[in-house]
């Protein structure tokens, strides 16, 4: 989806959002196509007018990275004051939201095992399997020069390896 | 939730507005500020949107382009639409002589 939306000046929020925003908001009004396009145009307008005013109270700050703290205060300095409650409660939503996600992370890690530790066992692990693979190779080999041999063996491992058909 | 009468179902789409807000070279980075602004987004639209509509409803006929142009006017947060609206009046009056126009469905 990158290139295929033309030149990045025409950057603006989907038509279908804000035609289903004029649906859910007026329900029961007709609104023309040019005034919906307003509507567009007024969007990207109001996104420029927060992300500006954010931006000059960050620099302020003296802070690189534009926070929800400065999108807060550019809402109140702009006059829309009265959206900041709402605002808020979507920011806690969001860090709760990343809050679980990191204790969830991190319950993984604290399985009571160090990553020192589990990354041992994976090693150990290995080496088993190749030696368990070594362990096989000659057999099998042996296995090619004696029939009788080969079915004794594939009696004797059916249980473990079922599924391997290929002799 | 228990509480949220009204849950919105559309919601736009982060990455697109990170985009527009950062067409301005001045922005730099932004940390969960999006999400942010979305809803600040969601419910300036909402205001817009209600109050054009009282004014278009109070005029005695049902059509009026000027109905928007009100709004903007007469609210003070809402000046700084002006210039869009500026330039949008222009290619709707080629198209047809209503223009920009919402009429309530009786």
């Known amino acids: 989806m990158a290139s295929s939306s033309g030149n990045d000046d025409d950057l603006t929020i989907p038509r279908a959002a804000i035609n289903k925003m004029i649906k859910e908001t007026l329900p029961n009004v007709r609104v023309a196509n040019d005034a919906r396009e307003l509507v567009v145009n007024c969007c990207t307008e109001f996104i420029h007018l927060i992300s500006s005013e954010a931006n000059d109270i960050c620099n302020k700050s003296d802070k690189k990275t534009i926070s929800p703290e400065h999108v807060i205060n550019a809402l109140e300095s702009l006059g829309f004051a009265s959206y900041i409650t ?72 059916s249980q473990d390896e079922e599924e391997e058909d290929d002799m | ?23 301005d070279t001045q922005v730099g980075r932004i940390a969960m500020a999006v999400p942010v602004i979305i809803r600040a987004l969601e419910m300036f639209l909402k205001s817009l949107l209600i109050k054009t509509c009282l004014i278009t409803q109070s005029k005695p006929s049902n059509v009026m382009s000027v109905a928007h142009k009100q709004c903007i006017e007469s609210e003070k947060i809402f000046h700084f639409l002006k210039e869009v609206m500026e330039q949008a009046p222009a290619t709707a009056a080629k198209k047809d002589n209503r223009g920009l126009s919402m009429w309530p469905l009786y």
């Open chain 1, 86 to 157: 709402e605002v808020k409660d979507v920011l806690q939503e969001c860090k709760t939201v990343a809050l679980k996600r990191r204790k969830a992370s991190s319950r993984l890690e604290n399985l009571g095992i160090p990553e020192e530790e589990l990354l041992r066992q994976q090693q150990e692990l290995f080496a088993k399997a190749r030696q368990q693979q070594a362990e096989l190779a000659p057999q099998e080999w042996l296995g090619m020069h004696d029939p009788s041999a080969s079915a004794a063996q594939q009696a004797g491992s």
């Open chain 2, 1 to 23: 939730m228990p509480g949220q009468k009204r849950k919105y179902n559309v919601r736009f789409p982060p990455s697109r507005i990170k985009k527009i807000m950062q067409k």
